[in-house]
T-cell receptor
Framework: GNSVTQMEGPVTLSEEAFLTINCTYTATGYPSLFWYVQYPGEGLQLLLKATKADDKGSNKGFEATYRKETTSFHLEKGSVQVSDSAVYFC????????????FGKGITLSVRP | DAGVIQSPRHEVTEMGQEVTLRCKPISGHNSLFWYRQTMMRGLELLIYFNNNVPIDDSGMPEDRFSAKMPNASFSTLKIQPSEPRDSAVYFCASCLDRPNTEAFFGQGTRLTVV
């Protein structure tokens, strides 16, 4: 079946540090890939997405590139801020009818001033 | 649009009581999902509907859980009887059933069963 594997957390960084959160997936065919973010006390919201191989999704300084050869979709940001402290989820879904999101376990990021 | 609306935001109930969680998806969305989030298990898909029809309920933990979607603008998740291990945050999400679309989440219902 389909699955998403994220690196173990939590992750604690100092402000302005470089961030990488690893995500790999197992799926047949060509899923769409997503990063969702959950701020404290809130629901998940889409951060960025990529729908085909070599696509790069970007938003709020975050980037992730769809790498089919390594089945990965790692999230990066060059300089994190305290306001980036949240839980980050990698997810995949398929195009077409009755698609559903499959999520990784999520990773908590804490950014210190 | 107001987004996905869930109610109540918080629910505290005694073990054995019936609990009903409610969700109003974004207007026009035809897929709806119920998730449960706990520290131990992370985010789990319980059930999802497409055009008001349950498509996959394999994530529903046991018969105490049931979900309905009587129309395109309303869904319920019911737990009867509730148990302390059901304590979690329950999220509803909706999306358009078409390629490359993302799901939109409600703010969740925090359920505490004592």
């Amino acid at each position: 079946g389909n699955s998403v594997t994220q690196m173990e957390g939590p992750v604690t960084l100092s402000e302005e540090a470089f961030l990488t959160i690893n995500c790999t997936y197992t799926a047949t065919g060509y899923p769409s890939l997503f990063w969702y973010v959950q701020y404290p006390g809130e629901g998940l919201q889409l951060l960025l997405k990529a729908t085909k191989a070599d696509d790069k999704g970007s938003n709020k300084g975050f980037e992730a590139t769809y790498r089919k050869e390594t089945t990965s979709f790692h999230l990066e940001k060059g300089s994190v801020q305290v306001s980036d402290s949240a839980v980050y989820f990698c997810a995949l879904s398929y195009t077409g009818a009755n698609s559903k999101l499959t999520f990784g376990k999520g990773i908590t990021l804490s950014v210190r001033p | 649009d107001a987004g996905v609306i869930q109610s109540p935001r918080h629910e505290v109930t005694e073990m054995g009581q019936e609990v009903t969680l409610r969700c109003k998806p974004i207007s026009g969305h035809n897929s709806l999902f119920w998730y449960r989030q706990t520290m131990m298990r992370g985010l789990e898909l319980l059930i999802y509907f497409n055009n008001n029809v349950p498509i996959d309920d394999s994530g529903m933990p046991e018969d105490r859980f049931s979900a309905k979607m009587p129309n395109a603008s309303f869904s319920t998740l019911k737990i009867q009887p509730s148990e302390p291990r059901d304590s979690a945050v329950y999220f509803c999400a909706s999306c358009l059933d078409r390629p490359n679309t993302e799901a939109f989440f409600g703010q969740g219902t925090r359920l505490t069963v004592v």
